[in-house]
T-cell receptor
């Protein structure tokens, strides 16, 4: 009930391509879904977040797609760049005060 | 603006030695505070969280402990380190009611137990 399952574990994309990372959850009480980006040796930083009242949120080249019925959400990175190479974590929480439950992360490498 | 400080950045400690990692937050009051551990190539494991001074919740039983002696100070300790304690330790904070805001993480401490 508390798990957030993230896939793939690693991803290699050519420059200019689309990177897609998927997450699934089981707890229907979750209502806050952020994505974090982590560069080597640094702490994760909030990238984009969504609540289940919308099916999609876009910020620049980053888009979250949310499917409430399937209990899945995904991160799309359009026109992927080498600078996007990092580890990405999805997360979920119940309410705005609940602890975040993180996925295991996806290591993205964007090849020039 | 709010900032989070975590130190030291790197630490090499022998097995059996004590540990003290400190995290402080500036520019906010009554934050929720968190300690996470990230093993090499692994995800983020929540170790402890605190909603107030002296209030510590432990998520994973182990030989680590946490304390919050002041509102914006969070300390991770161990009396005797094990090899398995090696990892990347991250402190994070959030406001009580986050809205669409998530956690803000510190820059981490790379701990190697030898």
């Amino acid at each position: 009930q508390q798990q957030v399952k993230q896939s793939p574990q690693s991803l290699i994309v050519q420059k200019g391509g689309i990177s897609i990372i998927n997450c699934a959850y089981e707890n229907t009480a979750f209502d806050y879904f952020p994505w974090y980006q982590q560069f080597p040796g640094k702490g994760p930083a909030l990238l984009i977040a969504i609540r289940p009242d919308v099916s999609e949120k876009k910020e620049g080249r980053f888009t979250i797609s949310f499917n409430k019925s399937a209990k899945q959400f995904s991160l799309h990175i359009m026109d992927s760049q080498p600078g996007d190479s990092a580890t990405y974590f999805c997360a979920a929480s119940k309410g705005s005060q609940g602890n975040l439950i993180f996925g295991k992360g996806t290591k993205l490498s964007v090849k020039p | 603006s709010q900032t989070i400080h975590q130190w030291p950045a790197t630490l090499v400690q022998p097995v059996g030695s004590p540990l003290s990692l400190e995290c402080t937050v500036e520019g906010t009051s009554n934050p929720n505070l968190y300690w996470y551990r990230q093993a090499a190539g692994r995800g983020l494991q929540l170790l402890f969280y605190s909603v107030g001074i002296g209030q510590i919740s432990s998520e994973v039983p182990q030989n680590l402990s946490a304390s919050r002696p002041q509102d914006r100070q969070f300390i991770l300790s161990s009396k005797k380190l094990l090899l398995s304690d090696s990892g990347f330790y991250l402190c994070a904070w959030s406001v009580r009611d986050r809205g669409l805001n998530g956690y803000t993480f510190g820059s981490g401490t790379r701990l190697t137990v030898v």
